[in-house]
């Protein structure tokens, strides 16, 4: 039985390209398994579904080893527990090289294969640190800018000490103090107990 994996990282992202260039392939729409998930690790739900369908013989076709996963050493356990310990093939389009089918019986191309695995697996996982290094330059950048990130902090009204006061000292019930300081209950809670300590 041919089966097919697709993968993008972020809900937004289309799967179209992937499920084309798998289709094309001849497998069917409904042998095509995807998630929406980052590619640091196989906990995904259709990914393990898949997995648990794969007998031995089986194909698995993908569209770039990258759309598997983005840790190397993970790459590699998944890999090995799907040609070697379940005994199904895998087929990566981008790589033809990648194609366990084609080197049963040649320890050349199962060496070659392997090579390539592990060097495409180590650049997979250096993209996925990059963009981790990149993103947090681009943060520290913005904060030396003056960007402020997270929510605003929501600032007390000019009446919340003695309302406050009058709330911890129970001369008003917790309705009259979030109507006169206009507050949620989480926030104003919060802010009682800053208040609290402050004053304790």
Known sequence: MNYAYA?????????ERQHAALQ?????????????KSGENFERKNYKR???????G????????DRLGRNYDKILHEWKRITKEIGADIYVLDM???DTRSHEKN?????IADIVLQLLSFVAENERDNIRTRQAEGIRAAKLRGVKFGRPKISCPDNFAEVAK?????????????????MKPSTFYRYVKEY?????
């Open 166 to 182: 009058a709330f911890v000292n129970r001369k008003i019930r917790i309705s009259e103090a979030l109507s006169l300081t206009e």
């Open 7 to 15: 993968r993008v990282s972020c809900k937004d992202q289309k799967l």
């Open 107 to 111: 320890l050349i191309g199962k060496l």
């Open 50 to 56: 898949l997995v648990r369908k794969l007998r031995e």
């Open 58 to 65: 089986d194909l698995l076709v993908i569209k770039s080893i």
């Open 24 to 36: 094309s392939c001849g497998i069917a729409f409904d042998r095509i398994f995807c998630d929406k």
């Open 96 to 98: 033809p090289l990648l």
């Open 196 to 200: 609290a300590r402050c004053t304790n």
